[in-house]
């Protein structure tokens, strides 16, 4: 049912290389497998163990755990680093700042990188069911809604998540399907395709509206999907 | 551009009489236009300045600015009683309980009562732009987005708001549009068209996304209608 089980187990790598600018090119144009190439910044870490690539991932779901229990307001880089068992400076190594966590946090359980060509690349006319099923199979596994619940709700209440999600996270997930496709107004139609998405999680995880809360996720996806292939490839 | 003008002056009446139950039968079959036959309850009130019908207005507008600034939270029935000017049992009398001030609030912007027949009597061809354009409109209305936005805030961070939500606006507002329609499964098609339009909402007025920030809402009407369209008439 789900297209990928991002919450189980350690946070897998993401394919994103640790990203210190905060404009909008930030991130573009980042291979999708480059490898980290880490600058010391901080006090050194002292363990192969507290710095090694393992680190990296468990940050990342200290991360989401800190933000998803504790929104975007309250969850803190040493509170991060204390859940990672990593010193701050580590943190700060290879995400930089606050913000930066944030969107790292965010995009493990979208991973843009390798999830928006998977979903670009097959049969131009399933496009709309792979994001549509994508989407809901995200927002289904409870290891991932998790923090994206916790992303909602403090985008819609804290000016600075806000702008991390305006500026990072969909910036890149909906620059690269927009990239792919061949209509006029690519961003305005993925950031439509978007919109929708975003409400049906709001209604059906937060608001739990009945009977959308309740339905079958096939049932969803065989009414969005032509929805979404129409703002996506229809001029 | 607007469909309506809800924010401007005192608080349209709204159609509704108060309504103390909380359970799903509460509100359906409330002809639209029942006079209010307020129970006596709590402290009478001492003025017919007081206590007369434009109190009522003007608790509701009150109570939309109170919980607009302050969130479902820490929005208080005193609160809202002291900037009305009415002694707080005047509040109870006509509203109940904190939650159904609030949700008289909200409906205070969609006065479904009126705003539903109007869009679902006209044209059946018509009726996902009649919708879309209702929708932006009262969104684009700096005076009811302002407490529609903070309606959305309270629903996504607190559960009762989100119960009120669920319990009393979009039970009344869904049912009456689903009652209408002609399709199989009809509260899920127009849970399916809520969903867009309040996601549509929350990457524009909330996030703020480019380009869908700044883009004609006659262009959002335009690619949005169709899709109302077919979730509300095509089976």
Same mark, same amino acid.
């Given at each position: 049912m789900t297209a990928q089980d991002p919450g +189980?187990?350690?946070a897998p790598a993401t394919g994103q290389s640790p990203e210190t600018g905060t404009g909008p090119e930030a991130g573009s144009g980042t291979g999708p497998q480059a490898a980290p190439a880490p600058r010391r910044r901080g006090r050194p870490s002292r363990t192969a163990e507290e710095s090694g690539p393992g680190a990296r991932a468990r940050i990342l779901e200290?991360?989401?755990d800190q933000f998803?229990?504790?929104g975007y307001d309250k969850a803190s880089v040493r509170g991060i680093a204390r859940a990672a068992g990593v010193d701050p400076a580590l943190v700060h190594h290879y995400f930089g700042s606050k913000d930066e966590v944030f969107a790292a946090a965010v995009e493990v359980s979208f991973e843009? +990188?390798?999830v928006v060509p998977a979903i670009v690349s097959g049969p131009r006319d399933g496009i709309g069911e792979r994001l549509a099923r994508f989407f809901i199979g995200v927002w289904e596994n409870p290891a991932s809604r998790a923090p994206l619940l916790a992303i909602v709700r403090s985008a819609l209440t804290h000016e600075a998540a806000a702008a991390v999600l305006r500026t990072f996270v969909l910036r890149r997930l909906l620059e690269r399907i927009a990239a792919e496709l061949d209509v006029p107004d690519p961003k305005f139609r993925a950031e439509l395709a978007a919109s929708h998405m975003i409400g049906i999680a709001i209604l059906r995880y937060v608001i739990r509206v009945e009977?959308?809360?309740s339905a079958d996720p096939e049932a969803i996806v065989a009414?969005?999907?032509?929805?979404l292939q129409r703002y996506l490839t229809e001029s």
């Open positions: +189980a187990g350690p200290a991360a989401r998803a229990e504790r843009p +990188a390798t009977p959308l809360a009414q969005v999907a032509p929805t």
